[in-house]
Protein backbone atom coordinates (compact mmCIF):
# COMPACT_ATOMS: atom_id res chain seq x y z
CA UNK A 1 0.00 0.00 0.00
CA UNK A 2 2.98 2.13 0.46
CA UNK A 3 4.04 1.99 -2.84
CA UNK A 4 1.11 2.76 -4.23
CA UNK A 5 0.64 5.57 -2.21
CA UNK A 6 4.52 7.05 -3.30
CA UNK A 7 3.46 6.02 -6.99
CA UNK A 8 0.21 8.33 -6.74
CA UNK A 9 1.91 11.25 -5.10
CA UNK A 10 4.87 11.13 -7.75
CA UNK A 11 2.21 10.76 -10.68
CA UNK A 12 0.28 13.65 -9.09
CA UNK A 13 3.52 15.86 -8.05
CA UNK A 14 5.56 15.37 -12.11
CA UNK A 15 3.61 13.21 -14.26
CA UNK A 16 0.52 14.98 -14.67
CA UNK A 17 1.39 18.59 -14.23
CA UNK A 18 4.23 17.99 -16.56
CA UNK A 19 2.04 16.27 -19.15
CA UNK A 20 -0.83 19.61 -18.89
CA UNK A 21 2.52 21.85 -19.35
CA UNK A 22 3.56 19.66 -22.62
CA UNK A 23 -0.26 19.45 -23.94
CA UNK A 24 -0.90 23.57 -23.58
CA UNK A 25 2.96 24.44 -25.41
CA UNK A 26 3.82 21.95 -27.56
CA UNK A 27 1.34 23.70 -29.97
CA UNK A 28 3.34 26.56 -30.36
CA UNK A 29 5.94 27.41 -32.56
CA UNK A 30 9.80 26.83 -32.20
CA UNK A 31 11.08 30.61 -31.91
CA UNK A 32 13.07 32.31 -29.47
CA UNK A 33 10.36 33.74 -27.23
CA UNK A 34 8.24 30.64 -27.12
CA UNK A 35 11.26 28.41 -26.28
CA UNK A 36 12.32 30.72 -23.65
CA UNK A 37 8.33 30.15 -22.16
CA UNK A 38 8.35 26.33 -22.54
CA UNK A 39 11.52 26.43 -20.42
CA UNK A 40 10.44 28.11 -17.50
CA UNK A 41 7.13 26.52 -17.40
CA UNK A 42 9.31 22.94 -16.88
CA UNK A 43 11.86 23.88 -14.31
CA UNK A 44 9.62 23.83 -11.55
CA UNK A 45 9.64 19.54 -12.31
CA UNK A 46 13.81 19.47 -12.67
CA UNK A 47 15.75 18.54 -9.22
CA UNK A 48 17.48 21.90 -10.19
CA UNK A 49 17.04 24.04 -13.40
CA UNK A 50 19.23 27.27 -14.14
CA UNK A 51 18.35 30.20 -15.97
CA UNK A 52 17.74 31.00 -19.41
CA UNK A 53 16.04 27.22 -20.20
CA UNK A 54 15.39 26.64 -23.62
CA UNK A 55 12.93 24.19 -24.51
CA UNK A 56 11.69 23.07 -28.02
CA UNK A 57 8.12 21.06 -29.00
CA UNK A 58 7.55 16.97 -28.32
CA UNK A 59 10.42 16.34 -25.89
CA UNK A 60 10.13 14.24 -23.40
CA UNK A 61 11.24 13.64 -20.20
CA UNK A 62 11.50 10.63 -17.79
CA UNK A 63 11.93 10.99 -13.80
CA UNK A 64 12.62 14.53 -14.40
CA UNK A 65 12.69 15.27 -10.67
CA UNK A 66 16.22 13.33 -10.84
CA UNK A 67 17.98 15.24 -13.52
CA UNK A 68 19.98 18.40 -13.16
CA UNK A 69 20.05 21.40 -15.59
CA UNK A 70 22.00 24.45 -15.62
CA UNK A 71 22.41 28.20 -16.90
CA UNK A 72 21.61 28.84 -20.75
CA UNK A 73 20.98 25.19 -22.14
CA UNK A 74 18.84 24.12 -25.08
CA UNK A 75 17.37 21.30 -25.82
CA UNK A 76 15.62 20.68 -29.86
CA UNK A 77 12.77 19.05 -31.12
CA UNK A 78 11.91 15.13 -29.93
CA UNK A 79 14.66 14.80 -27.43
CA UNK A 80 14.12 11.83 -24.98
CA UNK A 81 15.72 12.30 -21.67
CA UNK A 82 15.54 9.53 -18.58
CA UNK A 83 17.04 10.56 -15.62
CA UNK A 84 16.16 7.51 -13.90
CA UNK A 85 19.74 7.21 -12.74
CA UNK A 86 20.76 10.81 -12.17
CA UNK A 87 21.28 12.98 -15.11
CA UNK A 88 23.18 16.07 -14.63
CA UNK A 89 23.27 18.76 -17.75
CA UNK A 90 25.81 21.60 -17.32
CA UNK A 91 25.91 25.14 -18.14
CA UNK A 92 25.83 25.87 -22.23
CA UNK A 93 24.98 22.56 -23.38
CA UNK A 94 23.36 22.09 -26.69
CA UNK A 95 20.88 19.15 -27.39
CA UNK A 96 19.82 18.80 -31.03
CA UNK A 97 16.66 17.18 -32.47
CA UNK A 98 16.04 13.33 -31.32
CA UNK A 99 19.08 12.81 -29.04
CA UNK A 100 18.55 9.96 -26.91
CA UNK A 101 19.91 9.94 -22.81
CA UNK A 102 19.31 7.49 -20.84
CA UNK A 103 20.41 6.18 -17.71
CA UNK A 104 18.56 3.04 -17.41
CA UNK A 105 20.49 -0.48 -18.72
CA UNK A 106 17.80 -3.27 -19.49
CA UNK A 107 19.27 -6.78 -18.59
CA UNK A 108 18.68 -10.28 -20.23
CA UNK A 109 17.82 -12.77 -17.84
CA UNK A 110 17.51 -16.62 -19.16
CA UNK A 111 18.16 -14.99 -22.75
CA UNK A 112 15.30 -13.03 -22.56
CA UNK A 113 15.14 -8.92 -21.92
CA UNK A 114 13.63 -8.19 -18.66
CA UNK A 115 11.69 -5.23 -17.57
CA UNK A 116 14.60 -4.87 -14.62
CA UNK A 117 17.33 -2.02 -15.00
CA UNK A 118 20.64 -1.52 -13.55
CA UNK A 119 20.72 2.63 -13.16
CA UNK A 120 24.00 4.50 -14.08
CA UNK A 121 24.20 8.65 -13.89
CA UNK A 122 24.93 10.29 -16.99
CA UNK A 123 26.95 13.66 -16.92
CA UNK A 124 27.21 15.93 -20.01
CA UNK A 125 30.03 18.62 -19.10
CA UNK A 126 29.93 22.07 -20.02
CA UNK A 127 30.09 23.65 -23.33
CA UNK A 128 28.84 20.40 -24.93
CA UNK A 129 27.18 19.87 -28.08
CA UNK A 130 25.03 16.63 -28.72
CA UNK A 131 24.16 16.57 -32.55
CA UNK A 132 21.33 15.03 -34.15
CA UNK A 133 19.86 11.29 -33.05
CA UNK A 134 23.08 10.68 -30.42
CA UNK A 135 22.47 8.37 -27.97
CA UNK A 136 24.24 8.56 -24.73
CA UNK A 137 24.54 5.65 -22.39
CA UNK A 138 23.84 5.01 -18.48
CA UNK A 139 27.23 5.76 -16.77
CA UNK A 140 28.84 7.99 -19.16
CA UNK A 141 30.45 10.85 -18.76
CA UNK A 142 30.98 13.53 -21.97
CA UNK A 143 32.93 16.24 -20.99
CA UNK A 144 33.25 20.11 -20.99
CA UNK A 145 33.37 21.49 -24.88
CA UNK A 146 33.01 18.02 -26.35
CA UNK A 147 30.95 17.76 -30.00
CA UNK A 148 29.59 14.49 -30.59
CA UNK A 149 29.18 13.70 -34.24
CA UNK A 150 25.28 13.06 -35.57
CA UNK A 151 23.79 9.31 -35.03
CA UNK A 152 26.66 8.81 -32.74
CA UNK A 153 26.48 6.39 -29.83
CA UNK A 154 28.35 7.07 -26.72
CA UNK A 155 29.00 4.07 -24.71
CA UNK A 156 32.16 5.08 -22.72
CA UNK A 157 33.51 8.40 -21.18
CA UNK A 158 34.70 11.36 -23.19
CA UNK A 159 37.90 13.25 -22.31
CA UNK A 160 36.91 16.93 -22.66
CA UNK A 161 37.32 18.96 -26.18
CA UNK A 162 37.38 16.47 -28.35
CA UNK A 163 34.97 15.90 -31.22
CA UNK A 164 33.35 12.09 -31.42
CA UNK A 165 31.46 10.18 -33.71
CA UNK A 166 30.44 6.54 -34.66
CA UNK A 167 29.00 3.55 -33.34
CA UNK A 168 30.02 3.31 -30.78
CA UNK A 169 31.30 7.19 -30.37
CA UNK A 170 35.33 7.20 -31.10
CA UNK A 171 37.59 9.97 -30.86
CA UNK A 172 38.14 11.77 -34.07
CA UNK A 173 40.03 14.59 -32.96
CA UNK A 174 40.23 17.99 -30.89
CA UNK A 175 37.38 20.14 -31.09
CA UNK A 176 38.34 22.53 -33.96
CA UNK A 177 37.46 26.78 -32.57
CA UNK A 178 36.39 28.85 -35.03
CA UNK A 179 37.23 32.61 -36.19
CA UNK A 180 34.69 34.32 -34.74
CA UNK A 181 34.97 37.47 -36.22
CA UNK A 182 33.17 36.43 -39.50
CA UNK A 183 30.26 34.47 -37.72
CA UNK A 184 26.67 36.37 -37.47
CA UNK A 185 24.86 35.19 -34.44
CA UNK A 186 21.57 34.21 -35.17
CA UNK A 187 20.24 33.68 -31.21
CA UNK A 188 21.88 33.62 -28.13
CA UNK A 189 20.39 32.17 -25.17
CA UNK A 190 23.02 34.27 -22.35
Known sequence: MRGLFKELKYQ????LPMWVVRLLTNW??????????RGAMYRPFFKKCGHNFALCKDVTFINAHNIEIGDSVYIATGAWLN????LTIEDKVQISPYVVIDTCIHVFVDDVVTDCSITEPIKIGRG????????????????????VAGNAAVVKDVPDNVMVGGVPAKIIGPRREKDMSKVRHSRSFD
Open 83 to 86: GLGG
Open 28 to 37: WPDNRITIRI
Open 128 to 147: AWLASHVVVRAGVTVGSGVL
Open 12 to 15: FRYC
